[in-house]
């Protein structure tokens, strides 16, 4: 059983356009996270749900909007797609007071 | 000033060396240190997690921390090709719902 998946893998789309990425867990974490890495790699924190409450959004455009039906569901919706949002997105999750994080296999988002 | 910086790579090794990796962090009060390997193409990985000042050892990891230098440092011994990656490091401070992330430095392990 996978323990974070997310869906799709890889999603390649116009500019202007909207898309969801969709994250679920099944390891019983209460906390969940969007990070978005860029060409160089360097992984950077967009939001964090705990218990499904938003607790962190780092000033991230308001196009992107995460939503969590439940603390085992975090999706990421995003408006108006941009060439700079072609990234890969990390959906996370890790258990609060424990921070070794399970990363979901990311997806691939490329705009054209 | 970066939160997290770690040693620009990308650093190659000839297999059975050792391979050393530093972080340096900026914030005082972070208290949870981490390392991730991530292959190409793949997501990252959890290797090692240490909490106070020492070396902590996990098989040919072995992980350093020193708080008052606000750095850690990650040490692969008998390097392995398959050690070949990306290895992240992440700080985390109390109560903070986020892990801060370095660029990573690439490691390349030689045949």
């Known amino acids: 059983d996978t323990a974070v998946s997310q869906t799709p893998k890889y999603l390649v789309t116009q500019m202007g356009n909207d898309k969801s990425i969709k994250c679920e867990q099944n390891?019983?974490?209460?906390?969940m996270y969007w990070y978005k890495q860029d060409s160089k790699k360097f992984l950077k924190i967009m939001f964090s749900?705990?218990?499904?409450?938003?607790?962190i959004n780092e000033t991230v455009p308001n196009r992107f909007s995460p939503k969590s039906p439940d603390k085992a569901h975090l999706n990421l919706h995003i408006n108006s797609l941009e060439l700079g949002d072609s990234a890969v997105y990390f959906c996370?999750?890790?258990?609060?007071?424990?921070?070794?994080?399970?990363f979901g296999s990311g997806t691939r988002l490329t705009v054209v | 000033q970066k939160e997290v910086e770690q040693n620009s790579g990308p650093l190659s090794v000839p297999e059975g060396a050792i391979a050393s990796l530093n972080c340096t962090y900026s914030?005082?009060?972070?208290?949870?240190f981490f390392w991730y390997r991530q292959y190409s193409g793949k997501s990252p990985e959890l290797i090692m997690s240490?909490?106070?000042?020492g070396d902590k050892e996990d098989g040919r990891f072995t992980a350093q921390l020193n708080k008052a230098s606000q750095y850690v440092s990650l040490l692969i011994r008998d390097s392995q090709p398959s050690d070949s990656a990306t290895y992240l490091c992440?700080?985390?401070?109390?109560?903070?719902?986020?892990?801060?992330f370095g660029a990573g430095t690439t490691v390349t392990v030689r045949a």
């Open positions: 996370a999750s890790s258990q609060a007071g424990e921070y070794g994080y399970t």
């Open positions: 390891l019983g974490h209460d906390t």
């Open positions: 749900y705990n218990n499904k409450e938003l607790i």
């Open positions: 914030d005082r009060v972070s208290q949870s």
């Open positions: 240490i909490y106070s000042n």
């Open positions: 992440a700080v985390n401070k109390a109560a903070d719902y986020k892990l801060s």
